[in-house]
């Protein structure tokens, strides 16, 4: 067993995601959330709370190597979901399909079932509010394009719409919700759902108050250096964009060829396709958050219910974006049924084998991946896992997972050194390196 670690124990051993919730347990107005050299967000605060070890940052933080693991948390949330599946974990029922609903399929970046479970909650009366990402409205003022907000009406649940590959963090809403009183949902991915029910469990407050988690499948956290490496790209300054929109949609086209489009103060657009930037494949893992290779949940497996894309043919052709869902909450389990026999959704029940396939690049990553870098036994804190480590696997995977390491690594040194430079073009010309080496290694061309 660890010791009791301090916040500067998880940030310094690359463990510290950014979700805020050590900040949000502190009553020192002096300790916040904020964003590091690399553009990833991080808990600062004066060094008696910053050093000092935590019996409850050992308790809730998500990485911590002694919180409790997502199967023991699913086991007491979710006791009559009876089917499991290693992708997915405890669930009821799984789905795959969109909203029939005119506007939510089109505005959201999948097939729009997040967004209507969202208001699916709050117009049944089940919670008074939801939690979730919205963009900043001025970005130049706020410090961030995006950031956690409470919303109460169906139009503010759908400025909540469409992905966000970017850094923000919890600490703000949670003691929002410490100091007022109501029933509120929280929209997340994995390890801030993962968070979320931590709290709920050490914490009465949170536990009475948070009544429903929708999670959201995720590959890794982007760094906010993502969104000022696109606007290089695109020939803009960051001071020019006023939105950022990481998956605008083409009907015509596959959902998987993602573009990522800014909105400039002006008001004009300048867009482009991420297979067309120097750092725009996912799975090469530029800009990773550190504590990403170190997740081994993919699907949200301590959420009421979770969304993903479909990234199996021919869902992942269909350029309007289609869902799967991950059911584990009888009342969650209901609005679907409901919503299905009246027509307001498209959905096909599938099993835990077609789960898993959608997500298929993504479970290597955290699983055989994650394995793999276990045996590398080179962080400060020994980290416990759902997977053992295994230095066992072929040749060919193993460079796979020390390029896209590396790639997760350098990619923020050389964008930060290229941007204090001057030299921008030093950051691209490596990129496009880095990504022709993570190509040669995985055999593309």
Not at 224 to 248: G, I, N, T
Request: aromatic share 12%; charged share 20%.
């Amino acid at each position: 067993m660890n010791a009791n670690l301090s916040p500067k124990d998880i940030v310094d051993s690359g463990m510290c995601i950014g979700c805020g919730s050590c900040v949000a347990q502190s009553k020192n107005f002096k300790v916040q959330m904020g964003f590091d050299n690399f553009g990833h967000l991080k808990p600062y605060g004066p060094v008696e709370w910053y050093e000092e070890p935590s019996r409850d940052i050992m308790d809730t933080c998500p990485f911590s190597p002694e919180s409790t693991k997502e199967d023991e948390l699913a086991a007491a949330l979710f006791p009559y979901s009876a089917q499991k599946n290693i992708a997915a974990g405890l669930y009821q029922n799984a789905y795959v399909g969109y909203v029939n609903q005119p506007g939510l399929r089109a505005k959201g970046s999948s097939g729009g079932m997040t967004t209507w479970v969202a208001m699916e909650l709050l117009n049944n009366n089940l919670i008074d509010a939801v939690i979730h990402v919205v963009p900043s409205e001025k970005p130049d003022q706020d410090g961030d394009f995006f950031h956690f907000s409470i919303s109460k009406t169906e139009e503010e649940i759908l400025q909540g719409a469409k992905s966000r590959y970017y850094p923000t963090e919890l600490s703000n809403v949670l003691k929002i919700i410490r100091e007022e009183p109501g029933r509120y949902a929280i929209v997340g991915v994995p390890c801030f759902i993962k968070a979320i029910q931590l709290l709920r469990k050490h914490d009465q407050v949170f536990k009475d108050r948070i009544k429903f988690t929708l999670g959201l499948f995720c590959g890794h956290m982007k760094s906010s250096r993502l969104v000022e490496s696109f606007a290089v790209q695109m020939k803009v300054s960051l001071p020019e964009v006023a939105k950022v929109e990481f998956r605008h949609k083409f009907p015509d086209r596959a959902a998987y060829w993602y573009n990522a489009r800014l909105t400039l103060k002006d008001g004009s657009i300048v867009h482009k396709d991420w297979r067309y930037l120097n750092d725009g494949d996912w799975g090469a893992g530029f800009f990773m958050n550190s504590a990403c290779n170190f997740c081994d949940d993919v699907l949200a497996e301590t959420a009421d219910v979770s969304f993903g894309d479909a990234w199996v043919e021919p869902y992942a052709l269909d350029g309007l974006g289609t869902n799967v869902v991950v059911v584990r909450s009888n009342v969650v389990g209901l609005l679907i049924s409901k919503g299905i026999a009246s027509g307001r959704l498209s959905l096909a029940g599938v099993d835990g084998k077609f789960i898993a396939r959608t997500q298929e690049a993504g479970l290597r990553q955290r699983r055989e991946g994650l394995a793999y870098r276990l045996s590398w036994n080179n962080t400060k804190i020994k980290t416990k896992k759902r997977v053992d480590p295994n230095a066992n696997i072929p040749l060919s995977r193993k460079l796979i997972y020390i390029v896209r390491f590396h790639i997760s690594i350098w990619s923020s040194t050389i964008f930060l050194f290229s941007k204090t430079s001057n030299l921008m073009s030093f950051y691209l010309a490596w990129a496009k390196c880095a990504l022709w080496v993570y190509y040669k290694v995985r055999g593309k061309p």
